[in-house]
C-alpha cells in the first residue's frame, strides 16, 4: 500500500505522528453508566483543550465508541478478549472505555495536561490505570535494549497504522496498550549472549541477528511477521514506566487493521502452529491488555462538537 491511499483531509491526530518525547502518561477510564452522551462529549472537549508542547490524544474501547458514535463502528473494533498460550501464559484483558496518551518533552507540562483531562472527566468516568511513562536514553527498555528500532519511518507510519481511505474510520488507527511488568532479576542473571538471544538484536549495538544466529524464539522473530508476503509492520510508541519495585514497558501499538497485532499475540504465546513462542514472555509479565479506536481528527471534532 503506497502512501498516496491517505488522503489530506484524513489526518490522525496529532500526537500520533509527533516524534517522542521525553514524557508520556496513559489513563484509562471507564465512562459512568449514567452520564449522557452530551455531557461525556462536552467533558472529553474540554480535556483535549491544547496546551503549548504536549500532546492529547484520546481513543475508544468498542462499546464507548458504539454508545458515542451509534452512527458507524470501525469494521475490526471489538473488545480485547483475554488470550491464553501455548506456552501457559496468559495475556489479561482489562478493557475499558476511554484512552487519554498525553506525551511531550516536559514532564511538568505533561502533568499539567494529565490535570485538565482529569479534572474535565471526573463527573463522567473513573480513573482505572493512571501510569506515567517516560524516555530512557538511546529509547532503551529498562531489559537495556533500545526498542523500536525496526518501526516504520516516515510515511510508512501512515501505511502501518493508519486506518486506509474507503474503509469506515479512514484516517484513525486502531489501538494496543498492554502494561508489562518486568522481572529484570531474573533477566538481568542471564548472560548478554543469552538476553540477546531472548530479544533477537544485540544489545550494545542494537543489531539484528541473523541466519542460524537469530533463534525461532526470540522476540523478534515472533513479531516480525509476514502473510502473504507482506509485512504485519505496526508502528510502536511504547515507553518504560515505573518505579523501585514495579517497573516494565507500557506497550503501545497503532494500526491499520487488529489483524496485525493479534497475529503477533498468538505467535508470542505459542498459538500460531510452529511450536514456538516468545522467550521474553518468562521475564516479563502482561498485567492489563486493551483495544481501542482512535478517531481521526475531523471524525473526533465531529463527534464533539455535534451538540
Ligand atoms: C515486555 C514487553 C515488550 C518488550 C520489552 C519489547 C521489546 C522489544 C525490543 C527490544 C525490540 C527490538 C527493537 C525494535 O525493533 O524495536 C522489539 C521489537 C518488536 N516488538 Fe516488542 N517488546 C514487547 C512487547 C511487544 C508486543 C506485545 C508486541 C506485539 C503486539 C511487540 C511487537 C514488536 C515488533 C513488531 C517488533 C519489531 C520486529 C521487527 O520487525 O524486527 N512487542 N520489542
New binding site residues.
Given amino acids: 500500500m503506497s502512501s498516496s491511499t491517505h488522503s489530506q483531509s484524513l489526518i490522525p491526530q496529532p500526537g500520533l505522528l509527533a516524534e517522542p518525547g521525553r514524557s508520556a502518561h496513559y489513563l484509562e477510564m471507564n465512562l459512568h453508566p449514567d452520564a449522557d452522551t452530551a455531557e461525556i462529549c462536552t467533558a472529553l472537549d474540554r480535556a483535549r483543550q491544547s496546551r503549548p508542547e504536549v500532546y492529547i490524544a484520546v481513543a475508544f474501547g468498542a462499546d464507548a465508541w458504539q454508545r458515542l458514535q451509534p452512527a458507524w463502528h470501525p469494521a475490526d473494533l471489538q473488545s480485547f478478549g483475554e488470550l491464553r498460550g501455548n506456552n501457559g501464559y496468559t495475556m489479561p484483558a482489562t478493557q475499558r472505555d476511554v484512552f487519554f496518551w498525553i506525551h511531550g518533552e516536559d514532564q511538568g507540562e505533561v502533568m499539567n495536561a494529565v490535570l485538565q483531562v482529569h479534572e474535565a472527566m471526573r463527573d463522567v468516568a473513573a480513573t482505572l490505570l493512571d501510569l506515567n511513562g517516560f524516555k530512557n536514553r538511546e529509547a532503551r527498555?529498562l531489559?537495556g535494549?533500545?526498542?523500536?528500532?525496526?518501526?516504520p519511518k516516515g510515511d510508512k507510519r501512515l501505511d502501518a497504522a493508519v486506518i486506509p481511505e474507503g474503509e469506515t474510520g479512514a484516517g484513525g488507527s486502531y489501538v494496543?496498550s498492554?502494561k508489562?511488568r518486568?522481572h529484570l532479576q531474573a533477566f538481568n542473571q542471564l548472560s548478554v549472549h543469552e538476553q540477546e538471544q531472548v530479544?533477537?538484536?544485540t544489545k550494545q549495538d542494537n543489531v539484528?541477528l541473523e541466519g542460524d544466529a537469530m533463534p525461532p524464539t526470540s522476540?523478534?522473530s515472533r513479531?516480525?511477521v509476514k502473510i502473504d508476503g507482506v509485512g504485519q509492520k505496526?508502528y510502536?510508541r511504547?515507553t518504560p514506566y515505573g518505579g523501585a519495585e514495579e517497573h516494565?514497558?507500557y506497550?503501545l501499538?497503532f494500526a491499520c487493521n487488529l489483524r496485525r497485532?493479534s497475529v503477533?499475540?498468538e505467535r508470542?504465546l505459542g498459538n500460531s502452529g510452529d511450536g514456538y513462542s516468545d522467550h521474553?514472555m518468562k521475564y516479563?509479565t502482561a498485567l492489563t491488555g486493551a483495544y481501542w479506536f482512535m478517531p481521526s481528527q475531523s471524525d473526533l471534532n465531529a463527534l464533539l462538537i455535534r451538540r
Fill in positions: 527498555d531489559t535494549f533500545v526498542d523500536g528500532t525496526a518501526n494496543f498492554q508489562w518486568h530479544i533477537g538484536r539484528e522476540h523478534v513479531t516480525d505496526i510502536r511504547s516494565g514497558l506497550f501499538a497485532i503477533q499475540l508470542m521474553l516479563s
